[in-house]
Each structure stands twice: as C-alpha cells, then as structure tokens.
C-alpha cells in the first residue's frame, strides 16, 4: 500500500489537475493505518522493525495530509471558476465533502482527523441544534426529527443529527458524542 500511496502522492504534488484515484482509496488508507497501528502496537518500540514502522506511519500520514489538501485546493479552484467536478475523479468521500451540501472548511478537517487515526468517515458537520457522534453500533436507517432520513450508520461512523434523535441513540448505548476543541 505504501507503494500506492506514494504513486498517488506524487501525481498530486506534480500536476495542477486533479488525478484519477481508486474510488476505495480512503478506504484502503484507513485500513493500511489501522493495520501500522496494531503492528506496532504488538512490537518492543526499541527494535528495528518497530523504528521502521514508525517512519512509514509518520511518511504515510504526511502524504495522505498532502494529498487530501492537494485534492481540496484543485477541486475548490474548479469550484471558484463554475467548472463541473467529474465525479469519475472523485472517490465517494469527496463526492459528499464536495457536493455543495456540507460547508467545506468545516468538513475537511473532520474527514482529515479521521482518515489520520484510522478510521472511515462518512463526512458530515456539526451544525446549530446538532449533535456530532461515534456510532459504537451498527444503526439502520432512522427519520429524525426533522423528517429527513439518516443512514444507516456503521461502528465508527461519525455522524451529526438533530439533538434529541443524537440523545436518544447516546442514551441507549448506540452512539458516544465527539467534543470538538
């Protein structure tokens, strides 16, 4: 994977263009760190193997930061110019942080943070009246109390809903709040 990700890296650094990357790419960074983590959490930090995975995780979360900030830069100048975002371009997380609905500079870090720890996430932000929460459980599809549908939601989503639906899913075990500085 780190392979992968350095041929990606350096498309995005070298071109002014937006380069076509796999749709399950964030996907597969998620697991590719997950999987650093749990490697070196089973090793003695004083051994070679345990140094080396260290520099690869600090080398892999520098250019995942570059990359997603490459790709937000290219696509919010297209933006700015009124040019159409080829969705064939886009994975399916950029297509949610990038599709008008959610406010960009709110997003993106959150979605950033996530990717960074490990951890796939469905992009979402926090507004007035609004919870952000950890799902601990997998949830279907529920209607909140705005009428609008929500989900389903997987252990580790991280999700914003109305108040007193994000209360209820707390209360029963379902969700835990995420306090943002």
């Known amino acids: 994977m780190y392979e992968e990700l350095y041929k990606i890296w350096k498309q ?9 990357i796999p749709s ?8 590719y760190l997950k999987k650093l983590g749990e490697e070196s959490r089973m090793l003695d ?10 520099r690869e995780m600090k080398n892999a979360k520098k250019m995942i930061n570059e990359i997603v900030s490459a790709r937000y ?19 399916s997380e950029e297509e949610r942080i990038f599709s008008g609905f959610f406010a960009l500079e709110e997003t993106l870090p959150n979605f950033l943070n996530g990717l960074l720890r490990g951890r796939s996430v469905k992009s979402e932000i926090k507004q007035k ?14 209607i909140g109390v705005d009428l609008k549908t929500y989900g389903p939601f997987k252990i580790e989503d991280v ?16 969700a835990e709040k995420i306090i943002i500085d």
């Open 12 to 20: 995005e650094m070298e071109n002014d263009k937006l380069g076509k």
């Open 24 to 31: 399950n790419f964030y996907l597969k960074i998620t697991e």
């Open 45 to 54: 930090r004083k051994t070679v193997k345990a140094v080396l995975l260290k």
């Open 73 to 91: 830069k290219k696509l919010l100048r297209k933006a700015v110019k009124g040019e159409n975002i080829s969705s064939n371009f886009l994975t």
């Open 129 to 142: 009246k609004r919870i952000v929460f950890r799902f601990l459980k997998d949830v279907p599809a529920i």
């Open 159 to 174: 999700g914003s809903l109305p108040v007193e639906n994000a209360k209820i899913l707390i209360k029963q075990g379902l």
